[in-house]
């Protein structure tokens, strides 16, 4: 079986040879491919946009990675036939049985306009945009963030007001996508809803993510964490809640005066001058700035750069409790990784979160936005040691089943088989 994957994001064993600008993340894409790329009667390809880049290919142990070139803002338009012929290159090349396109929140699913109708293309559902651009909406509606706009975002760059507009003009690509599209890989009922309301007569198939490596292998204990220490993964969009956060932290401050909260801001400075905040910085880092000083939290916060898989195994073994403040999520990494390590959760009832976890079993839930009932279930776990304790084995134990490495991989299998066995028989006889 030939499976060509189209990502966003640049897979590491191919990056020191590639010309240009890419793209790197996707952690939760890795390893499903290295598991995949192993399996016998399987060959493997993955093509990749590259910014200021070049059409490259290059094998790697048995693997053809493929860089397209792109302009900026070209993965989030309406695909040029220029383009699409630069994907066509590495797909005539390739000669796939299936393409599986990885995310809607770019414009490859477009490609279904231009490849061979014989050839099936399924999309894996990680974000929406037409949901996350309410929620992102919704998550700064108590905010006047105007207040802190710096001149550079009242020029036009930069800024929440920005993002919400490209994300409104996305909506009609996305939309495209999920009507031109047959197939579609999610992992929650929430998902299953979203794609049922944009296309009834799309199929619907079940496959669950991998996680990294390092975080299979290391559990967190209550005896060795540390003792009010609170971990969030990801924070510097307001759709991830933080804001909400350090409101529930500035109430548990009263009880818990040592209350420490660890956060990965990558361009965030505490310590930035007045004149930068004003110039260039973006607004919702000036009002968390702003926010952090207001509540007396200066000591409580703590900030890292970007961290590495194992930078964040630590953070979450340290930690007495991970917190995911999102005023949407489908099924975040974020969320598997600190179950599987068994570290005790406080999550928001958003999108796919509340088909991941129970409340009281194996989280303890609040309603988005609801900082006084996040403070509440963050002190539940605090003063009650048998809450956490149990939490946390139920959480690893459906984490182990759910991200099961084996039978991740035999389940995308499966459905690539399906897809390419029920695409032949549509196109030989079709409706």
Not at 312 to 322: D, G, I, N, P, R
Request: proline fraction near 4%.
């Amino acid at each position: 079986m030939r499976i060509l994957w189209i990502t966003h994001d640049l897979f590491e064993s191919f990056l020191p040879y590639v010309n240009g600008k890419p793209s790197l993340g996707g952690a939760w894409i890795a390893p499903l491919f290295d598991i995949l790329k192993n399996e016998n009667d399987v060959i493997l390809g993955s093509v990749t946009p590259v910014l200021e880049g070049a059409f490259q290919q290059k094998e790697i142990d048995g693997v053809m990675y493929y860089s397209v070139p792109i302009g900026k803002g070209d993965n989030v338009k309406d695909m040029s036939v220029r383009l699409a012929s630069e994907y066509l290159r590495s797909i005539n090349d390739f000669k796939p049985d299936i393409i599986h396109i990885h995310g809607t929140e770019k414009n490859f699913g477009l490609l279904r306009k231009f490849v061979d109708e014989t050839i099936p293309i399924v999309c894996s559902i990680q974000g929406i945009v037409t949901p996350c651009y309410d929620a992102l909406k919704f998550s700064i509606s108590t905010i006047n963030l105007r207040k802190y706009r710096s001149i550079k975002n009242r020029l036009g760059r930069g800024g929440i007001d920005l993002f919400l507009k490209k994300w409104k003009q996305y909506v009609g690509i996305e939309q495209e996508i999920y009507s031109l599209n047959r197939y579609f890989i999610g992992r929650t009922e929430w998902d299953k809803a979203q794609l049922k309301s944009l296309n009834p007569s799309a199929i619907y198939f079940h496959g669950e993510e991998l996680l990294r490596p390092v975080f299979y292998s290391q559990k967190w204990e209550l005896s060795k964490c540390e003792r009010y220490r609170i971990f969030i993964s990801s924070s510097a969009n307001p759709i991830k809640g933080f804001h909400v956060l350090l409101k529930a932290v500035a109430l548990l401050k009263l009880e818990f005066p040592d209350i420490k909260v660890v956060v990965p801001l990558a361009t965030f400075n505490m310590k930035s001058s007045w004149m930068k905040d004003y110039l260039i910085n973006e607004d919702y880092a000036n009002y968390l700035k702003n926010s952090i000083i207001e509540y007396g939290l200066e000591t409580n916060v703590i900030i890292k750069k970007r961290l590495s898989a194992a930078e964040m195994a630590l953070e979450y073994s340290k930690a007495h409790v991970f917190v995911l403040s999102s005023f949407i999520e489908n099924s975040p990494n974020s969320l598997g990784e600190s179950m599987i390590m068994g570290v005790p959760s406080v999550a928001s009832t958003v999108g796919g979160v509340p088909y991941i976890v129970k409340d009281n079993e194996s989280s303890l839930l609040f309603s988005p936005g609801d900082h006084a009932f996040l403070a509440w279930q963050i002190r539940k776990i605090f003063s009650e040691d048998s809450l956490a304790a149990s939490i946390s084995h139920e959480a690893q134990l459906i984490a182990q089943k759910r991200h099961d490495v084996v039978m991740g991989c035999r389940q995308y299998l499966e459905i690539y088989t399906h897809i390419i066995n029920q695409h032949h028989e549509n196109i030989a006889c079709p409706l």
